[in-house]
């Protein structure tokens, strides 16, 4: 066949190259890994996301039956807005004052740790997160804690729970974030078993041990034998490091900085490149024995985030306040100046400073006020006369009974809530013991 034109010459066509078995399957593989791909981001994006923040609801009134829960005040901008008379057409200036906004990638989730049968949070921790910083931050907030209740009175922050699941969490949630100054972004809820075998999957935390630690008491199943020094501790060597208290001259004051530092090394291990492996026995673990509001979403969000932080730079704080005893309970009220100086300095989500005009702190002044005061001593009686009519004076040998019964005891006050006082044998996250006990007393235990 003569291929050539007159009007130029033009090459055969080409027969089209085959692709062999071998290379259809590799281009298969590519294209469905691809698809899978972009479905991948497609859910990641979807799911794999923030919590949501909610905006501020203006209160409407409330029922004359309902409970009263203190509301978050919002700190406040003054901007300056320049504005035209209508009378003179002269500029003139006047100041707002606008609601503060919430800064973009700033979240605190509080933490609470507890058991399965555990009525209160004997361990409460906020836990910060700037994203565009990097920076982590944790705030313990001490057990006996004063706070307001729904009705006008007070009770201790870890009886706010008061053994509710969610509701009891949604409930210290607002509760805590009324007395801090700013909103939770979340919650998250741990018992023992979730503590031990999320310590067990990392295959134990490297841990140095402040002091010895020993302490036993059967009520609880609750039995402490920890050597100072630095150890390998396994999920139930870590619970007894964390819940041992008895022993510091400080008590719950010094555990918190304790948990604080074990958290510290416990978060750097999860978020190793070794413990990612383990992703399914983790959401395992948090599908039985964790109780949030924040979906897998979020959590996945967190972590990736928190693998860019440096956790040997993470700053710790506990608030700080004076022991206090109020109608025969051991309180721990704060120091209002000291909380707000500490949100503003790593907590403090808005773009304006908390104040104290922001914030609904106990102190002690305040909490003493609660104090009922104490009964009079009933009046004596005067004695029958034996012989009456001589005179009105006693007779000098004799005694005048007492009214009181030495051996009745002062009856329980109606203003201090029934969840004050812990139910003998029940077992918390770090026991039942009171925070400040009287010097004069003396313990065989640690």
């Not at 203006?58 to 300056?80: D, F, G, R, S, Y």
């Not at 801090?180 to 999957?201: K, P």
Request: hydrophobic share 35%; aromatic share 6%; net charge negative.
């Amino acid at each position: 066949m003569n291929h050539e034109k007159h009007h130029g010459h033009f090459e055969a066509p080409r027969e089209k190259k085959r692709l062999t078995g071998r290379q259809k399957g590799a281009l298969g593989i590519v294209l469905a890994l691809a698809v899978l791909i972009g479905l991948g981001v497609g859910i990641y994006k979807t799911v794999v996301r923030p919590p949501q923040k909610t905006e501020p609801v203006v209160e409407t009134q409330p029922e004359a039956e309902e409970t009263k829960e203190p509301e978050i005040k919002l700190p406040t901008i003054k901007h300056v807005v320049t504005k035209v008379d209508e009378d003179t057409g002269e500029e003139i200036e006047e100041e707002l004052e606008l609601p503060a906004s919430h800064r973009e990638g700033v979240y605190n989730i509080l933490i609470c740790g507890t058991d399965d049968d555990g009525y209160r949070t004997d361990t409460i921790i906020v836990a910060h997160l700037d994203e565009e910083t990097h920076d982590v931050a944790l705030m313990s907030v001490p057990r006996d804690t004063v706070v307001l209740t729904g009705n006008g009175g007070i009770m201790k922050i870890n009886s706010v729970y008061a053994g509710g699941g969610a509701d009891g969490m949604a409930r210290l949630s607002k509760r805590l974030g009324a007395m801090l100054g700013f909103e939770l972004d979340g919650y998250v809820l741990v018992n023992l078993e979730a503590f031990r075998e999320t310590v067990d999957l990392v295959d134990g935390v490297e841990f140095d041990v402040p002091q010895d630690m020993y302490y036993q008491d059967p009520t609880q199943n609750l039995h402490i034998d920890l050597k100072a020094g630095k150890q390998l501790l396994d999920g139930e060597k870590a619970m007894e490091l964390v819940r041992f208290r008895k022993g510091y001259a400080s008590q719950d004051i010094q555990r918190t900085k304790v948990q604080q530092e074990f958290l510290r090394a416990l978060a750097k291990k999860v978020l190793s490149v070794s413990s990612l492996t383990k992703l399914k026995e983790f959401a395992d673990v948090f599908s039985t024995y964790v109780t949030t509001d924040l979906t897998v979403g979020n959590m996945l969000y967190f972590a990736k985030a928190l693998m860019q932080c440096n956790f040997d730079a993470m700053k710790t704080y506990t608030l700080e306040g004076e022991g206090a005893m109020i109608n025969g309970g051991s309180y721990y009220p704060l120091y209002a100046g000291k909380l707000v100086q500490v949100v503003n300095e790593s907590f403090n989500p808005y773009d304006a400073p908390v104040t104290l005009d922001t914030v609904n702190v106990i102190t002690p002044e305040a909490a003493r006020s609660y104090q009922k005061p104490a009964e009079p001593e009933p009046a004596e009686e005067p004695t029958e006369l034996e012989n009456p009519g001589e005179t009105g004076e006693e007779p000098p040998d004799e005694e005048v009974p007492e009214d009181k019964n030495p051996d009745d005891t002062e009856s329980e006050n109606p203003d201090v809530p029934p969840e004050e006082t812990p139910e003998e044998g029940q077992e918390n996250w770090m026991g039942p013991d009171e925070l400040f006990e009287d010097i004069t007393q003396t313990d065989e235990t640690p």
